[in-house]
């Protein structure tokens, strides 16, 4: 394992995400663009934050196996999702989509006004480090 998680008992514990996390530098690390709810033949594929987060999940999983690299890789998610909508509802869609248990890794969510497309609701960037 290339990551070590840490959730200092200084700092909140929270299942759903990790507080710090320290890559070996023997690592490759995987960096995933900002991903969202396009598919394969380019088309926004849903109107609502669960169904376009379930896509840029996928997209992100597929963007990590092409690397050589999992779901269980990864140690920082940065989602961007546009302000009114529901990040609940797109922590539910990954769950839905990520049936394996995984360390969670450190996550940042941020409100944006807008993302590149006005049709796009959510967005997710990737870091993994793999062997």
């Known amino acids: 394992m290339n990551v070590t998680r840490i959730n200092p008992d200084t700092l909140h514990k929270n299942p759903g995400f990790t507080q710090v996390a320290v890559v070996k530098s023997s690592a490759k690390l995987v960096y ?3 991903q969202n709810a396009v598919d394969v033949n380019g088309k926004i594929v ?3 934050i669960g169904t376009q987060t379930e896509q840029a999940v996928k ?3 597929a963007a990590l196996e092409a690397a050589g690299a999992s779901m269980k890789d990864v140690f920082k998610m940065t989602i961007y ?3 009114g909508y529901s990040i609940q509802e797109g922590f539910a869609a990954y ?5 394996e248990p995984v360390e969670p890794p ?3 969510v941020v409100f944006v006004a807008a993302l590149g497309n006005t049709e796009f609701l959510v967005e997710i960037e990737a870091v993994a480090a793999i062997d």
Request: proline share 0%; aromatic share 0%.
């Open 32 to 34: 995933v663009g900002g």
């Open 59 to 61: 997209n992100v999983i």
């Open 81 to 83: 999702v546009v302000q």
């Open 106 to 108: 450190t996550i940042s």
């Open 95 to 99: 769950q839905r989509v990520q049936k």
């Open 46 to 48: 849903g109107k609502d």
